[in-house]
């Protein structure tokens, strides 16, 4: 069989810089859907953290740190993000391997937000939405994931067949930001 | 119009898919007779005041939401989840 060579989601597509604001793709490792089994997520919050180091999310956050991330990503839903998932957590979830469905970019630069603003219906002012809180929400007319991972920058998380979309709509948003100067 | 998810909060209401009344939560028994089953599948309510309905947390958490709201004043005056709700 010929040598297959692995692409990622945003190939060809990113960097991209605009006026003071970049995006990138973020090479997070292994993507893992973790969903709690009825009445085990305290279980598997204790497991997450002995294997794994942070706990379960609560709803609306992040926990853990850049190259090992658990991030709330809905009703009954975390995503473990870099690790390769210890088969402890098999006993009280869930867990499948979703590293290559997902679209994963970083969004950074003084004026994020206000690129942000322009395709998301939710505040993410820092005031309001701080480093470690996420949401799932739309971005333009894509279901999204984001997270607040630095000062002035994002973790967006789309799926993986939306990837040249997304870039698409940052890209125009980046350029309006830009363009009012 | 804005809706407040019980995981996300306060959403607009583009992120949400409407279902419909809110008796998928009474599903009859499966010998519970014709009349309750045509009753089920086929009639509704159109009240001109408090309504129950299922809303899709489409565009956000995934979650089933029953909203209780008025039809009349447009207000939103309960959320709760589906798992969680009693009929
Ligand atoms: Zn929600």
Known sequence: MDKLIAKTACAGLLPLTVGSVSVSEEDVGAITSVSPLKGQKKALSDALKAAHGMAY????????????????????????????????????????????????VRLEGDRAEQVLARLVPVDLRSG?????????????????????????????????????????????????????? | MRITCPHCGERDRREFYYRGAAVDLER????????????????????????????YHEGGCGAWIVVTRDTVTHEVLKTELASEAKS
């Open chain 2, 28 to 55: 009859p028994a499966p010998d519970a007779g014709e009349e309750a089953w045509d009753n089920f599948v086929y009639l509704r309510d159109n009240p001109a005041g408090v309504t129950r309905d299922l809303w």
């Open chain 1, 128 to 181: 309001h939405f701080k480093r470690g809180h996420t949401v799932r929400s739309l971005l333009f007319h894509m279901t999204a994931s984001i997270t607040r991972v630095g000062e002035n920058a994002f973790q967006i998380m789309v799926f993986r067949s939306m990837a040249e979309t997304l870039v698409h709509d940052l890209k125009r948003a980046m350029e309006g930001v830009a363009t009012r100067g």
């Open chain 1, 57 to 104: 999310p609560a709803a609306n956050r992040a926990t853990g740190k850049s190259g090992a991330r658990a991030v709330w990503l809905g009703h009954s839903h975390a995503m473990l993000i870099g690790p390769e998932p210890d088969a402890s957590l098999e006993k009280h979830a869930a867990v499948v391997d979703q590293s290559d469905a997902w679209a994963v």
